[in-house]
């Protein structure tokens, strides 16, 4: 079972919690009480559970009398636990685009997206060292989906594994996606960077190694 749609998959309050969400866009924990018939308490120790592993998202409510009203919500990395076509729209997309312009235009594009995606890390690495920038990497990629796991093997190399690929679809298809992504890892970290294992390749996960020069 793929971890990330297991909380949907589950029979027990967490689900219903999250597809209540979903229905509602937005509600408090007296009014999740009130729609699945459990107490407050037992709804409240689910959506901690469910905020630690950010599916769930709060914001405050300030009242003009009295304590402040917490209002929940679906994080974006919950919304990929429900069923969309976004992986085939994509598909076809870029399908339709090979076909127009040809192979040298789908490359261009990755590129750009390797561009776009470079210059919004870079500036969350901004004055960082190795480790620190391997960290900020590793944070990033899992709260886009692909459910990192970072490891240090010493001081001057690190292993990164995605359990996750979120383009998965497209990325079997356009093996540039995945060029792009060994290229960014490179010049993010000004590092060696080696793939062990690619999802799209058939692998588990996709693993690399970060090794300071």
């Known amino acids: 079972m793929n971890t990330l749609t297991a909380p949907l998959r ?22 999740m009480s009130e729609h699945l018939g459990v107490t407050g308490m037992a709804v409240r120790k689910h959506v901690n559970a469910l905020k630690k592993d950010n599916y769930i998202q709060s914001s405050t409510i300030r009242q003009h009398i009295g304590r402040p009203t917490y209002i929940y919500s679906l994080t974006d990395l919950a919304e990929q636990l429900f069923p969309t076509q976004y992986d085939v729209l994509s598909l ?7 076909h127009m312009f040809g192979e040298l235009f789908v490359d261009e594009l990755f590129k750009r997206r390797r561009k776009r995606l470079e210059q919004k890390y870079q500036l969350a690495m901004t004055g960082q ?8 990497l590793a944070k990033i990629q899992d709260n886009a989906g692909y ?20 383009i998965f679809q497209v990325a079997s298809r356009y093996r540039q996606a995945c060029q792009c992504e060994l290229a960014m890892f490179e010049s993010l970290l000004d590092s060696r960077v080696e793939r062990k294992e690619c999802i799209a390749d058939g692998g588990t996960k996709c693993s690399f190694t970060f090794e300071n020069i």
């Open 10 to 31: 589950e029979s027990s309050t967490k689900r219903e919690i999250l597809l209540l969400l979903k229905k509602l866009g937005s509600t408090t924990i007296q009014e």
């Open 92 to 98: 076809e997309l870029m399908e339709e685009i090979n």
């Open 129 to 136: 060292n190795f480790e620190e920038k391997i960290v900020t």
């Open 147 to 166: 459910m990192t796991s970072l490891v240090k093997i010493h001081d001057d190399k690190y292993s990164l594994e995605e359990g996750n690929c979120p």
